[in-house]
């Protein structure tokens, strides 16, 4: 039964073009079913803050009007919901978004005093995951169907599952990954007291300069990380994941396997603190690295020709994901294009769009843990 109603949602979910039209309920089915999933994590985290919630958010959690919010996203998904299931034949998506409220609803009647706030630093971050998918859906989203390269692109494509599942992994398990930089970073500081002159210089630097001397540093270190990672056989297996996606779109960049991750947070994040920039420098620098990595791989058609020879634009990072022979083992930048300049590996045909995008005959399988699975196997 509930394999049946999963295959419906996801049908409606991808149905046909004519089938998403303004007016037919599409629309509103998806916001409904979205704002309810919304509304419930966000209660969860409420209710159970030492097992969903990311202790930076526990202010969050404590003001007043906390409730009120989530119970004015249930009653806006409600409203949702019923116009799906008049507009709509198929009124899959209303029925599953009104059962989420129903179900919202009764742990918020179980739970309905204010919980202590979060003291496990390991919990899953649900609550984070709701506001970063929110702040980046409707960022990128409007962006994508206003400004898109491919205008018929649909927002529910091929594998957008195996996308948000990585955008759900990375943001619940934040503060894991933060630890693992964090953990190196102190123990780093607390055996090198002899740099603390130099740190201090550094960390008192205006706060602008040293983000942008932190984006030069990284993106030093994270080209020749890339560019390791592309001809080196072994760490390829890995990086092949994230090429293995055949769509671009602002979901795409959230597909990188784990021990990716930890590794380019080794090389880039734990240096920097190791260094003794102000935590309040590297926290937006890892704010814009984040929207620039998303907004690189968005399907926009943003071709600004005068910032291409100084800064990584969409269509340069599309060209490195490019199915073409000549996309192969070029653009390497995350930030500045002179650098792939510099060591030769800059390709930007003029005007011209990549025919497609993944791994000639497409070796990596489809699902999260099969491509988890897939750089240890033979």
Request: charged share 10%; glycine share 6%; proline share 4%.
């Amino acid at each position: 039964m509930i394999n049946k109603i999963r295959l419906a949602i996801r049908n409606d979910l991808e149905a046909p073009a004519e089938l998403r039209e303004f007016g037919s309920g599409w629309l509103s089915g998806v916001a409904a079913l979205v704002v309810s999933l919304a509304a419930l994590l966000l209660l969860l985290s409420w209710q159970y803050p030492s097992f969903f919630s990311m202790k930076e958010l526990s202010s969050v959690h404590q003001v007043s009007y906390f409730t009120y919010i989530v119970q004015g996203l249930l009653g806006l998904s409600f409203v949702l919901a019923c116009m799906n299931m008049i507009l709509r034949r198929n009124r899959v998506l209303g029925f599953s978004a009104i059962c989420i409220v129903f179900l919202a609803t009764v742990l918020g009647e179980i739970g309905a005093t204010s919980p202590s706030a979060s003291t496990n630093h390991n919990a899953l971050g649900l609550d984070w995951f709701v506001l970063n998918i929110l702040f980046t859906g409707l960022l990128f989203v409007p962006l994508e169907k206003m400004f898109g390269r491919l205008s018929k692109q649909p927002l529910f494509r091929s594998e957008w599952r195996e996308d948000l599942f990585y955008f759900l992994f990375g943001s619940v398990m934040v503060q894991s990954l933060t630890f693992l930089s964090l953990a190196p970073s102190m123990a780093i500081l607390h055996h090198t007291g002899n740099w603390a002159a130099f740190r201090q210089t550094l960390a008192s630097q205006p706060l602008w300069f040293q983000v942008i001397e932190i984006m030069f540093l990284t993106d030093f270190v994270q080209y020749w990380f890339h560019r390791a990672f592309h001809q080196i056989p072994t760490l390829w297996h890995f990086h092949a994941v994230h090429h293995s996606a055949k769509t671009m779109d602002w979901l795409a960049g959230s597909r990188m396997h784990i021990a990716e991750i930890i590794g380019l947070r080794g090389m880039t994040i734990i240096p920097m603190y190791a260094l003794g920039f102000a935590e309040s420098a590297l926290h937006i620098y890892i704010l814009l690295v984040y929207l620039n990595a998303t907004f690189i791989h968005a399907n926009v058609r943003f071709n600004v020709e005068w910032l291409k020879p100084f800064i990584v634009t969409p269509r340069f990072h599309h060209w490195h994901h490019g199915i073409e022979k000549e996309a192969i083992n070029v653009n390497y930048a995350i930030h500045f294009s002179w650098l792939d300049r510099l060591f030769g590996t800059y390709y930007m045909p003029k005007n011209q769009w990549p025919s497609g995008y993944g791994i000639g005959g497409h070796p990596v399988p489809n699902g999260y843990w099969q491509q988890f699975c897939y750089p240890f196997k033979r």
